[in-house]
């Protein structure tokens, strides 16, 4: 069983910036694809960013450019950088971790972008 603990979400000014970190249990951290997923109010979950076992990223159009996803497996930690944050990227923040047939989710954290 993999527990996933989320911190850094908060309110932030359009254009700001926030650092979102996942911290995992569990000695499988460093062979799983771990990533972001967000839930705004009346939407479905979406892929925000993963990043592979080898370092390879994925982005969701919308934040390519603006959002940096990385890890550390020396602290089973994952992180997401995001830079000049826009109202729409106002959501719940989920960290999942994926290995094999079997993923495991986060309690979320809230990001609200204000104007």
């Known amino acids: 069983q993999v527990q996933l603990v989320e911190s850094g979400g908060g309110s932030v000014q359009a254009g700001g910036s926030l650092r979102l970190s996942c911290a995992a249990s569990?000695?499988?951290?460093?062979?799983?694809?771990m990533g972001w997923y967000r839930q705004a109010p009346g939407k479905s979950r979406e892929l925000v960013a993963r990043i592979f076992p080898d370092g390879r990223t994925n982005f969701a159009d919308s934040v390519k450019g603006r959002f940096t996803i990385s890890r550390d497996n020396a602290r089973n930690t994952v992180y997401l950088e995001m830079n000049r944050l826009k109202l729409e990227d106002t959501a719940i923040y989920y960290c999942n971790s994926v290995l094999g047939l079997t993923d495991y989710w986060g309690q979320g954290t809230q990001v609200t972008v204000s104007s």
């Open positions: 569990g000695s499988t951290f460093s062979i799983s694809t």
